[in-house]
């Protein structure tokens, strides 16, 4: 791995001097790509534009970045991760122009540092500073690869590569880096590498003001055990009992997340699992429906410690994501989330106040998203905490009218985050 011989006798890397003036390849980004395909734009067209620019200039880094995104936004994981490799191999640097489509004045610069990979990769900043004032560069950095030879002009680094287990090779060179970065910087990668599952588990375990699960990471082969009735379920998660929830380890959206209620349940569950990762998280089955019999899900950002409602989805079934549960279909679900988010700083934010001062200090990151609910205890339930979580303004205006003015809040404490830190 770049910069560690041994982990006895780690390298020292040097970090590249900052060049002014410094030309990047410029790319639209997955902000503005993903904007235009949920808003009803001919994806299609824009796909065949880029692959015959490619086919014209196939060298061109820039060209086939944009053209991995494209297809990762139709799924198309095999030949997005094939692109995306091409494109990497000849620049690792890239500004992000959004729907611009070319450089603007902007007021800061961020460079943030990701990692190769989907969506779920890294924190979408795209998303909070389209448009806006705040210039966004990205560095790719590879757990083999030298770091390019300089860097751009920047007010700020930004540590976005999210939690994974793909990842831990490029946190664990960052978190030797960043200490010595010539600019602030933000979301120290050693915190990020402690938000997995189990480890969020076990960090809240004593919190008296956030409710956080036990789970547990097991191997495949225990998983089958168990659904043959060759262990029990308390050797595996000690103190509960069925029913469970099984995932597997990085999956994300409630993919292949699945309620358990028997060894029998779980026999079929391993059976129609497309790929069968070899570890797996298992966790107990919390009830959380409130008295009217419906499940609640927030997500919440925090920027700077200060918690901020980014949705709010509402089901009569306990898994909850937002684009399943028919919030366009059902005008009384979208007024209580615009009554959520009107009231969220002096209702739901200051009833759980001492669980998000918690979530920060123990957590430690400058900005992060939690999914979470509330149990009739009056406790926080706590689904996830990570940095990936996309934060967006995407929602119809239509339907959705309340959410313009509570994203507009979002986003201004972003840049208002970025603007203190350039001047640590």
């Not at 001097?17 to 790509?33: D, E, H, R």
């Not at 450089?103 to 990692?115: Q, S």
């Not at 989907?118 to 979408?124: G, H, I, R, T, Y």
């Not at 002009?153 to 090779?169: G, K, L, R, W, Y």
Request: hydrophobic letters at 45%.
């Amino acid at each position: 791995m770049m910069g560690e011989a041994a982990d006895s006798n780690p390298i020292v890397e040097l970090i590249p001097p900052i060049k002014p003036n410094l030309k990047l390849p410029t790319i639209l980004g997955n902000g503005a790509l993903i904007k235009f395909a949920s808003g009803g734009g001919d994806l299609k067209k824009v796909f065949d534009f880029f692959s015959g620019r490619v086919r014209q200039s196939p060298e061109d880094a820039s060209l086939l970045l944009d053209l991995a995104l494209l297809h990762l936004i139709e799924q198309r994981k095999d030949h997005a991760y094939r692109v995306q490799a091409e494109a990497l191999k000849r620049q690792q640097l890239f500004r992000v122009v959004g729907k611009t489509g070319a450089e603007i004045a902007t007021r800061r610069r961020v460079l943030a540092l990701v990692a190769p990979g989907d969506f779920m990769n890294n924190a979408q900043l795209e998303f909070l500073v389209d448009g806006s004032d705040i210039g966004l560069d990205v560095l790719y950095v590879m757990p083999d690869q030298p770091l390019p030879r300089e860097l751009p002009e920047h007010d700020v680094v930004f540590c976005a590569v999210n939690e994974s287990v793909e990842n831990i090779p490029v946190l664990s060179r960052l978190a030797r880096l960043l200490p010595g970065w010539p600019r602030p910087a933000l979301n120290a990668p050693d915190k990020i590498k402690g938000l997995t599952r189990d480890g969020i588990a076990a960090l809240f375990a004593d919190t008296p003001n956030i409710c956080s699960p036990p789970v547990r990471r097991v191997a495949l082969a225990d998983l089958r055990r168990l659904a043959l009735g060759e262990v029990s379920l308390d050797v595996l998660l000690p103190g509960v009992s069925f029913p469970i929830l099984a995932r597997p380890v990085d999956s994300h959206c409630g993919k292949n997340l699945e309620k358990i209620e028997s060894p029998k349940e779980l026999t079929h569950y391993l059976e129609h699992l497309e790929n069968q990762n070899p570890d797996f998280f298992l966790a107990p089955f919390m009830d959380y429906r409130g008295a009217d019999g419906l499940y609640r899900k927030y997500r919440v950002v925090l920027i700077d410690r200060v918690p901020f409602l980014c949705h709010m989805a509402l089901s009569d079934q306990w898994k909850i994501h937002y684009v399943n549960v028919g919030m366009d279909e059902d005008a009384s679900k979208r007024a209580e989330e615009a009554k959520a988010m009107e009231t969220f700083d002096h209702d739901f934010a200051r009833r759980h106040a001492a669980a998000f001062e918690n979530l920060c200090q123990r957590i430690g990151l400058d900005y992060f998203g939690i999914d979470c609910s509330e149990l009739a205890d009056g406790r926080l339930l706590l689904f996830e905490a990570e940095t990936a979580m996309v934060i967006h303004d995407m929602d119809s205006p239509t339907l959705y009218p309340y959410k313009k003015g509570q994203m507009a809040k979002v986003f201004a404490a972003f840049r208002a985050m970025i603007d203190r830190a350039s001047l640590r």
